[in-house]
């Protein structure tokens, strides 16, 4: 896979001389005739064909700044880290193929703040690949319902990044030309519903929280009795009961989306 002059800068001149090498040594045993086969590729993991950058993906990655020939050199990115299968198993590794300025791209793709300090070295297995991989392909590993960034910090993403694909696509047709604001709005109810399960109160009132990565750590999405039908009932309950407390425009609101997200998930038979 070749690179061109204007995204060879982000990947080391020994990296660049490897891959050269390698397309040499296949072009070589083509043309003899000897052997034909090229390596394996890494596809992307929503499957072969797919884009490497969604929609969405693209869209975020210009309300990054990411644009012109920073966005064709993600790309690169994104071709070489598919290229080869051991990249996903070792992501750090990959890493340390890039220049300063290729982890700097990745840092801006990603959304942290400038001048950030990036430890490849220190960031675990999950924590390297959604340093590398666009919003709509985010992994967790752990199935703990939080994404692992290369900051440290956790964020919660609603579908989950290992729900069902039914569920991603539910999801996809219940948004499809709604407003930021409302799918924040929406995406709460389940952040809420999410952090709340790690909530305890005892017999006195106190309320202790169980933080991520303690004993006992919840992950309400990924149980084996968890219903998003029944959880979105739960969280129409929860609007009726809240209503006198939101203003009327607030309750409508709400109670329109869960109604939209509701028959979204009904269509595509989710239980």
Same mark, same amino acid.
Not at 78 to 103: C, H, V, W
Not at 104 to 109: I, P, T
Not at 158 to 175: E, G, H, L, R, Y
Not at 217 to 225: D, L, Q
């Given at each position: ?20 090498? /390698? ?6 045993? *083509? ?48 071709? /070489? ?40 070295? *220190? ?41 069902? /694909? ?102 595509? *038979?989710?239980?």
């Amino acid at each position: 896979m070749s690179l061109s002059i204007d995204t060879s800068g982000y990947f080391t001149p020994a990296y660049i001389g490897r891959i050269q090498a /390698q397309a040499a040594e296949t072009a070589a045993t *083509g043309n003899d005739g000897t052997d034909e086969t090229e390596a394996p590729a890494a596809d992307p993991p929503t499957g072969s064909g797919t884009p490497l950058l969604s929609s969405n993906d693209v869209r975020l990655l210009l309300l990054r700044d990411v644009r012109g020939t920073d966005m064709d050199g993600y790309k690169s990115i994104l071709e /070489q880290f598919y290229s080869d299968p051991a990249n996903r198993d070792d992501p750090t590794a990959f890493l340390k193929n890039l220049t300063p300025a290729g982890i700097d791209l990745l840092r801006q793709a990603q959304s942290l703040p400038a001048g950030a300090h990036i430890d490849i070295d *220190g960031m675990n297995t999950e924590e390297a690949l959604n340093f590398i991989l666009p919003q709509s392909s985010k992994v967790d590993l752990d199935n703990d319902g939080l994404v692992e960034g290369a900051n440290g910090g956790k964020s919660f993403v609603f579908p989950p990044v290992n729900a069902s /694909q039914s569920v991603k696509d539910a999801w996809a047709d219940a948004t499809k030309g709604m407003s930021e604001s409302d799918k924040m709005l929406l995406t709460g109810r389940f952040f809420f519903m999410a952090f709340s399960a790690n909530l305890h109160v005892d017999e006195n009132g106190k309320v202790t929280r169980i933080e991520p990565d303690e004993p006992g750590w919840r992950n309400v999405f990924a149980e084996e009795n968890f219903s998003y039908s029944d959880a979105i009932d739960r969280l129409i309950e929860g609007n009726e009961f809240n209503r006198p407390y939101n203003t009327p425009e607030i309750y409508e609101r709400i109670k329109g989306l869960l109604a939209k997200l509701e028959q979204a998930f009904d269509s595509h *038979g989710i239980a």
